[in-house]
């Protein structure tokens, strides 16, 4: 598709902007003979440059002298439907050159809905769906992000996979396929090379060994890759600036990776680890360059659980002076137990965002959730007194062991809230309460991993018993759609069965899951159907002794820690957070883990 085709269509179709690159602070690609790199994000341009793992590996392999990285975004319906019309391919955004033009093409996999869209991305590059229905004429296609705790689903799809942070394996990456094309390598031998770089999987050779339908062992097992300095780790300041209003249109400075809370169905908690921070003085230089080469007027202070920065308050200060003023300090869902009003104060005074997760003290210590109904009044307390009159509140429902009463916990931590309000406001405003609810997913790398997703009759039951018990004045009741949650489920713990199931749902016009208006449950369950599959098999509970297809990758955590994570939960027992000392769950043997700064 030339240029000229190019702005024809773009010019029939909402934000343009979306596709037609040419940002602020875009790289220098005046580099003859280097190697094309193309990231592929599928969803949105709005999502993609919203992500920052996308947004480092990005501006990391174009500072290189002999890479040029690229983009390439799901195109929105508008233009996704005439692209189909027309025949015309998708392009990268930076050359406007079809994908197959590329050495590799990356896909950043980012949440399970989003796999009919990596298929769809396929289908418009003109490239087969399945790695082995490729040839040399074709790019290496290789994905990483979070899904890769559980690959299986889509890694047919892959000649390569990365599993685990790619500051160092994309580096290694780049160089295997720049010397396998300066040396003409066939794919096998660049594979072969792949194979040897810490946290590459590839798909034709490391899986499952089945015995029937039982897994009994498997080709390889192959370890996540992890930064070993964190602090010394690449991090762009420079950045795209977007040319249309994106998700998180602001700058991001990621404090540490990995959590130490522990909570047993967060699957990111256990996945990041070992937990590594950021040395204060750091964060500090790339805050300071970050407000200079940018622009923004914001900036998100970001981590899985950014209150346990050890030293948030001197950043908070001094990223103030930095900013003269001038620049608002964006804080994510906070913690209860870690709520301070110096970092409230920071946060947006429209509302107080905080996740429960659950409504009682016995299920927060069931999931380990180390916060009491104590710790929560004292923080509305705080938050009422500095001037807040929103609140937002996320539970889940569905967790292991809940019963009625949990879910009547949650009804009263909101009338508890209302009546601290009355006493402690300091507002003139009417008291605002959202509370919403997802349905838990057991997630691979968690303790409940071998949990099951409940039926949709006891989601209703639950459903229609909180819209009651919130029928309150100034409260406003959220909930996650249960069919999207249970194809979720389906995905979360999947094999490699599904890959067929996914290829038949996109065929059979299913994308962009992940949109509610676009999501389709019969097609899912008729695509299984055609393909033989029972969608049921996934979501049941699984025995703790049966091996899981994506046990083939260590994380790092043990599986005997996971268990005994689980044990504890059945027997309401808490884990002390890792800040505490040491709990043993295993991921030091992939790195020193520490939040010292």
Not at 358 to 369: E, F, M, P, Q, S
Not at 462 to 481: A, C, F, P, S, T
Request: charged share 30%; hydrophobic share 35%.
């Amino acid at each position: 598709m030339n240029e000229k085709e190019r702005k024809r269509l773009y010019a029939t179709v909402s934000k343009p902007a979306r596709y037609t690159g040419g940002e602020f602070n875009l790289p220098d690609f005046n580099k003859p003979g280097a190697l094309r790199f193309c990231f592929c994000f599928p969803d949105t341009y709005e999502i993609g440059m919203s992500n920052l793992g996308l947004r480092i590996l990005y501006h990391m392999l174009n500072e290189r002298e002999d890479c040029m990285a690229e983009r390439c975004f799901m195109p929105w319906i508008d233009l996704y439907e005439k692209l189909v019309s027309e025949h015309l391919p998708i392009v990268a955004i930076e050359s406007g050159d079809e994908l197959t033009a590329f050495d590799v093409v990356g896909f950043s996999i980012q949440y399970e809905l989003a796999y009919t869209n990596v298929v769809a991305m396929l289908k418009l590059a003109g490239i087969p769906y399945y790695a082995k229905d490729r040839g040399e004429e074709y790019p290496l296609i290789i994905a990483g992000g979070p899904c890769m705790a559980n690959p299986e689903p889509f890694a047919d799809f892959f000649d390569a996979m990365t599993v685990g942070e790619g500051e160092e394996s994309m580096m290694q990456i780049v160089d295997v396929v720049k010397e396998g094309k300066q040396k003409n390598w066939s794919k096998e031998v660049v594979l072969d090379k792949l194979s040897e770089i810490q946290g590459v999987i590839i798909p034709s050779r490391d899986k499952a060994v089945y015995d029937g339908d039982k897994i009994v062992s498997f080709t390889r097992i192959v370890k996540k890759a992890v930064v070993q300095d964190f602090d010394k780790a690449y991090f762009p300041t420079k950045i795209l600036l977007p040319n249309t209003e994106i998700v998180h249109d602001r700058g991001v400075l990621e404090l540490y990776r990995g959590c130490s809370n522990g909570c047993r169905f967060c699957q990111a908690g256990f996945y990041y680890r070992p937990l590594r921070a950021r040395n204060l003085n750091t964060l500090c230089t790339f805050g300071e360059k970050l407000i200079k080469d940018t622009g923004y007027e914001e900036m998100s202070l970001s981590s899985l659980s950014t209150g346990d920065y050890p030293k948030l308050k001197e950043l908070i200060e001094h990223l103030k002076t930095a900013g003269e003023g001038k620049t608002r300090l964006s804080l994510p869902s906070m913690r209860v137990d870690s709520f301070e009003s110096v970092f409230a104060e920071e946060a947006r005074k429209s509302s107080l965002t905080f996740a429960p997760e659950a409504g009682t003290d016995r299920l927060r210590a069931v999931i380990n959730k180390n916060i009491t109904s104590e710790d929560i009044e004292k923080s509305m307390i705080s938050a009422f007194k500095l001037g807040y009159s929103s609140v937002k509140l996320y539970f889940m429902i569905g967790l292991p062991t809940e019963t009625k009463e949990d879910l009547d916990g949650i009804a009263d931590i909101v009338k508890t809230i209302i009546e601290l309000y009355k006493i402690h406001r300091n507002s003139g405003k009417n008291l605002s309460i959202t509370v919403s609810t997802s349905v838990f997913i057991p997630k691979p790398v968690t303790p409940f991993q071998w949990e099951r997703f409940i039926s949709r009759e006891e989601f209703e039951e639950k459903l229609v018993y909180l819209r009651e018990k919130l029928r309150m004045r100034g409260v406003h009741y959220n909930w996650h759609d249960y069919e999207t949650s249970y194809m979720e489920a389906v995905l979360a713990r999947g094999d490699r069965k599904l890959s067929k199931v996914i290829v038949k749902a996109f065929e059979s016009g299913q994308i962009f899951d992940s949109w509610s208006e676009f999501f389709h449950s019969e097609i899912w369950k008729k695509s299984a159907i055609e393909c033989g599959i029972d969608l049921n098999e996934y979501v049941k509970e699984r025995d703790v002794s049966s091996v899981m297809p994506f046990e083939y990758i260590d994380c790092g955590i043990l599986r005997s820690y996971l268990e005994e994570e689980r044990k504890k939960a059945y027997d309401e027992t808490t884990t002390k957070n890792c800040l505490q000392g040491c709990n043993a769950c295993g991921a030091n043997k992939l790195g020193r883990c520490s939040l010292c700064c």
